[in-house]
């Protein structure tokens, strides 16, 4: 007999105690049974892989996500801030940069031109402080 795509079937799987608590804990969160937060999940995992159209991207994405927080994180401690520093301009930018250093040190042959590095270089610094420019004459944010 075959089988419908929307027939749902039975699977068994094991998994580690704390991961099936911080399931239990996310399907209460959400008011979902155990079930529907998994196939939740499971989907919103192949949801994510198809917006990225490859693994590389993916796993690029993920390296950039992995220096902004740490970055982020680790100047909020240095500056003696919380764990809310994605409001403070200083731990932001050190966040952002380590982005474009965790970018440039992964394909290092993209740094290879020390001239067009400094042009990037100064198409960027052109660009934040047009934005800059632009905010000061919008005002302070209310």
Not at 12 to 27: F, G, I, N, T
Not at 93 to 115: K, Y
Request: charged share 25%; aromatic share 8%; glycine share 4%.
């Amino acid at each position: 007999m075959a089988h419908k795509p929307t027939d749902l079937r039975p699977l068994s799987v094991r998994m580690p105690e704390k991961l099936r608590a911080r399931l239990d804990q996310a399907s209460k969160r959400h008011d979902r049974s155990m079930n529907a937060e998994i196939l939740y999940r499971l989907e919103n995992s192949f949801t994510y892989e198809n917006a990225f159209d490859s693994g590389e991207l993916y796993d690029i994405a993920i390296e950039m996500i992995v220096a902004f927080r740490s970055a982020g994180a680790g100047a909020a401690y240095s500056n003696g801030h919380g764990v809310d520093w994605l409001s403070d301009p200083h731990c932001y930018r050190t966040a952002a940069f380590a982005v474009l250093n965790t970018l440039m040190l992964r394909e290092p042959e993209a740094a290879r031109d020390p001239e067009e590095v400094l042009l990037q270089c100064e198409a960027l610094k052109s660009a934040i402080l047009t934005h800059v420019i632009n905010a000061k004459r919008k005002g302070p944010k209310p």
